[in-house]
């Protein structure tokens, strides 16, 4: 079975194209329109404004409009029962009785793919994300670049594209990040041994540097010591790096996230690719000498002002090496490419596409999605942070306070435009207004039911699935229940085509709250054997439904709490 509301809209949009080959709606683009569930059932299972979206744009009749579009429209007739113009121009969708039965029968029988579909028909996606510089520990802002990109990435493979996870480590020698790092651990190595060394400024003065000299020391002793010390910066900027990196991949395999591939930008300057990159651009006739340095006219492309691609000292700029990477993504032949950037990426965005169209790639193939900053609160406080002066809350130090599953859930409340305030004390909780804590306590309550049946020997459970009859489950909470367990295909749909993966703890929420109100409305285990037998099927379904959307978000089920 289709997803309804994409069934519904892609009916609409093919009505709207045949009536404007009639000539009976002109329009150049639509406008932005939504199906949805109206808030009565009276109006229908779905309802639409598009008419009236129309009728405001073109200032025509929107009930005239909704006229038009029913002439058109073309549903299956197996699950629309009748379509009606009300109001001011809705059109109201009312679905054959037995629809949401289906969907019942539907959970229970895909059972693991319930919710996935084949949209993406294998096509091949990239989701790059977390990317982080291996100067640092993880920290807030990585976390959720991760969950959002991992989640995405989960999204868009059970809705069938084949998809790619890559982290970019930002690691040429010659960033001013890795030397200062190298820097701040020398001075670090040096105190260690009693040296009087003073930190840079804007040097890295958090604890895990004094570890990382500390580590140095244990491995090496004072080999280090009596080098120069411009050898001894670049040498431990490498053992840095790597020790690092360790250190994040390690925290995003406990977070849950798994990369396929991790591309260094160092290797794209050892091979040859920047040197490549910056000499295509030069070619391309898109540049010009100002300064002693080498520009690029991104504004011939729709950026607020040229960008420098060589420095006057003859070091490329990070956007040489980006258009380096990003070509090495094009030659891959990925689909889409999809890159989840931090709050600082922001105005980043233009100057990218910017060059990439200076050498004539489709930049409509990438997709870069901005998030916004995380605010931690502890106890009712903000907890500060800073990454260089040492006061830094790390990826790791929260999983420690709040769990995976907490971080996760929390971490994708939000739209990824939007800021997020995490409270922590909050997702410690084990009670209801502890939002991660609700919605799995309803999938253990759900198979609390099944251990119980079982106990009991209840002679529903011996009752054969095609001789379930659903059609007993008329009380207002079930019908609720059942709507709620049908909107996983939308949701999964729209959260992975529109890469909004907080459509799934919204959702998540909502079909908890509909098993709760069942489970206190509707005794499942009573004496009627038939209604208790259709009772668990729908607890099956719901608990499927849960299941699967915790999966996704990449959140566990656990079956009793």
Request: charged share 25%; with cysteine; glycine share 6%.
């Amino acid at each position: 079975m289709v997803a309804i509301r994409d069934a519904l809209t892609k009916a609409l949009l093919k009505a709207l194209e045949k009536a404007r080959s009639h000539g009976e709606i002109e329009f150049c683009e639509l406008p932005r329109f939504i199906v949805e569930r109206p808030p009565h059932q009276t109006f229908g299972d779905y309802a639409t404004n598009i008419a009236m979206m129309l009728g405001k744009e073109l200032k025509r009749d929107a009930k005239e409009i909704a006229d038009i579009i029913l002439k058109h429209l073309d549903l299956d007739s197996g699950l629309v029962e009748r379509v009606e113009v009300a109001g001011t121009g809705f059109i109201n969708f009312y679905l054959r009785s037995d629809w949401l039965c289906d969907m019942v029968r539907q959970a229970v029988a895909e059972d693991e793919r319930f919710g996935h579909s084949n949209i993406g028909d294998g096509q091949t996606v990239q989701v790059e994300f977390v990317s982080a510089n291996p100067t640092g520990p993880l920290h807030l802002g990585h976390g959720r670049g991760g969950v959002l990109g991992d989640v995405i990435a989960r999204l868009l493979s059970a809705v069938g594209f084949k998809v790619h996870r890559e982290f970019y480590i930002n690691d040429a020698a010659t960033s001013t990040q890795m030397r200062k790092f190298g820097q701040s651990l020398e001075v670090r190595y040096l105190q260690s041994f009693g040296h009087p060394a003073q930190m840079p400024e804007d040097g890295y003065k958090g604890e895990y540097v004094v570890d990382i000299a500390s580590e140095i020391r244990k491995e090496f002793g004072d080999k280090y010591l009596h080098i120069p010390s411009g050898e001894r910066v670049s040498i431990f900027t490498q053992l840095a790096m790597e020790k690092m990196l360790a250190r994040q991949r390690a925290v995003l395999e406990r977070f849950g996230i798994n990369m396929d591939s991790w591309v260094s930008e160092q290797w794209l300057y050892d091979g040859g690719r920047v040197r490549e990159a910056i000499e295509r651009l030069i070619n391309s006739g898109w540049t010009y000498e100002q300064d002693e340095a080498i520009w690029l006219r991104t504004t011939s492309f729709g950026d607020d002002k040229d960008r420098v691609l060589v420095r006057s000292d003859g070091t490329p700029t990070y956007l040489a090496a980006d258009v380096a990477y990003h070509i090495y993504k094009y030659e891959r032949g990925f689909k889409s490419l999809i890159n989840i950037w931090g709050p600082d990426h922001h105005g980043y965005v233009a100057r990218l596409k910017a060059a990439l169209k200076a050498l004539g790639y489709d930049v409509s193939k990438m997709h870069v999605i901005v998030y916004q900053i995380v605010r931690l609160f502890k106890d009712g406080e903000l907890v500060p942070m800073g990454k260089r002066e040492g006061e830094m809350i790390t990826l790791e130090e929260l999983l420690d306070w709040a769990g995976v599953d907490a971080v996760r859930f929390f971490l994708l409340m939000r739209s990824a435009d939007s800021p997020i305030d995490f409270d922590v004390t909050l997702a410690t909780k084990q009670s209801q207004e502890n939002p991660v804590y609700y919605v799995q306590y309803a999938h253990a309550r759900a198979c609390s039911i099944f251990k119980q049946a079982s106990i009991d020997r209840h002679p529903a459970l011996t009752v054969p699935k095609d001789k379930v009859n659903l059609s007993l489950l008329t009380h207002s909470s079930e019908q609720l229940l059942m709507r709620e367990v049908a909107e996983l295909l939308d949701i999964v749909s729209e959260a992975a085509l529109r890469y909004e993966p907080h459509r799934l703890t919204s959702y998540a929420h909502q079909l908890a709250t509909a098993f709760h109100s069942f489970y206190t409305s509707c005794r499942v285990l009573g004496d009627d054997e038939m209604l208790s037998a259709a009772r668990l099927m729908l607890t099956d379904a719901a608990r499927i439904a849960i299941r699967n959307t915790l999966a996704l978000m990449g959140v566990s089920a656990p079956t009793q709490m």
